[in-house]
């Protein structure tokens, strides 16, 4: 482990897929209540199809070449190896950015927005929104490795990053993310916001206004919908986090074994939490889907990713980062994220200079709406170069 930058080539070799096919090919499946669908979890039928075509058709070594076609690099920082994919753009001047992933994601989410943020002109834009792009793999997901001591949570990851983003030499950044990336975001403002320029949020981590006589005061019918949804969703769709932030080693055996069972656990969020009308393949192809769980697969990260949970709660870092951030904040709001506060609550908490409510698109914005999600971002930043 060095705290050197050194370059990094991603290259999983054959003996590992033969064991993935021969995996796949012994799975023992559950059954299944006839006619239930998704009503209890991932679809025997879809899951076994999807397994069918990973065994089969699914080529990784063409997406491994889609990765490495940027550069990739790792460094250890405070005792942790670092990922990251390091885009930059053929703007000298242009500004560094950090994108950060969530879970069940991956920086490979990424792959369509990094030509359009790193070269603009090249893809009907102005080169003055041009973009040096920096991915890190959150420490214990993918590449970076699994963590190995406690106290991995959310801000010592946003304090790694202030880091990074000082050994790669960038004095001024922003920073964008959703899920997990967007609460990483909030607290790299917090830690670093002296090199801080801005942070762009797709999904916005804030709750009612603290001390606020009453918290729904100016806010709109539409807000108060996504306010419900979002209820909906901690009363129906939030087990997994129960699971993964008190007992992330148990479910660890399962699905670090299992390519069937880590592919049933992953594909159910990409689902629930997109804009698909319950059809997840109107929004990601197959191969996408396992692009991004073959990450989890190749690294052996599934446990130590999901122990982000636990540290983060244990840490009492779970959710809303607590003080008013007073960093230029932007916020794209897309009509199937899972939290979409009210523009009031989001401005007790952060300084909004930007608010956009998107059309359509949910939780995997860069992969669902990726044009969409270019543009605002650039849009945002623009005010601020």
Avoid at 244 to 267: C, F, M, R
Avoid at 311 to 336: D, H, N, Q, Y
Wanted: aromatic share 12%; proline share 6%.
């Amino acid at each position: 482990m060095s705290e050197a930058i050194e370059q990094f080539k991603i290259e999983v070799s054959e003996a590992d897929l033969a064991d993935l096919r021969d995996r796949l090919d012994r799975t023992r499946w559950p059954d299944q209540i006839p006619g239930s669908g998704w009503d209890y979890g991932t679809d025997l039928g879809y899951l076994k199809e999807l397994c069918e075509y990973w065994r089969t058709k699914y080529d990784w070594y063409a997406w491994e070449r889609e990765l490495n076609r940027y550069e990739h690099y790792r460094t250890a920082i405070d005792g942790q190896n670092v990922h990251f994919l390091h885009a930059r753009s053929p703007v000298a001047d242009a500004l560094p950015l950090v994108v950060t992933h969530g879970w069940p994601g991956s920086v490979f989410e990424f792959y369509k927005i990094l030509g359009p943020l790193t070269d603009p002109e090249a893809h009907g834009g102005d080169a003055r929104d041009a973009f040096h792009v920096v991915c890190p793999s959150i420490p214990g997901y993918g590449w970076s490795g699994p963590t190995t001591e406690p106290g991995w949570d959310v801000r010592r990851v946003a304090q790694t990053f202030a880091k990074l983003a000082a050994r790669l030499g960038y004095s001024r950044y922003g920073a964008q993310g959703g899920d997990w990336g967007a609460i990483i975001s909030v607290h790299l403002g917090h830690v670093d916001p002296e090199h801080v320029a801005g942070i762009h949020l797709n999904m916005v981590p804030a709750g009612p206004p603290a001390g606020a006589a009453d918290p729904m005061e100016g806010v709109t019918p539409e807000e108060v919908a996504g306010f419900a949804s979002y209820g909906e969703f901690e009363a129906n769709e939030t087990g997994y986090q129960k699971i993964q932030g008190t007992k992330p080693q148990t479910l660890g055996y399962a699905l670090t074994d299992s390519p069937a069972g880590l592919a049933g656990w992953i594909v159910e969020k990409f689902r629930t939490w997109s804009d698909c009308d319950g059809d997840v393949e109107r929004c990601f192809t197959k191969d996408e889907l396992l692009t991004n769980v073959m990450i989890y697969w190749v690294t052996h990260t599934i446990n130590s990713s999901v122990r982000l949970y636990c540290e983060s709660m244990r840490s009492g870092l779970f959710g809303p980062a607590g003080a008013r951030l007073e960093v230029p904040t932007g916020c794209a709001i897309f009509p199937k994220e899972i939290i979409r506060p009210p523009r009031r609550w989001a401005e007790a908490s952060f300084d909004v200079r930007h608010w956009s409510v998107m059309e359509s698109g949910g939780h995997f914005a860069a992969l669902e709406e990726p044009a969409v999600l270019v543009e605002d971002v650039r849009a945002f930043y623009r005010e601020l170069r």
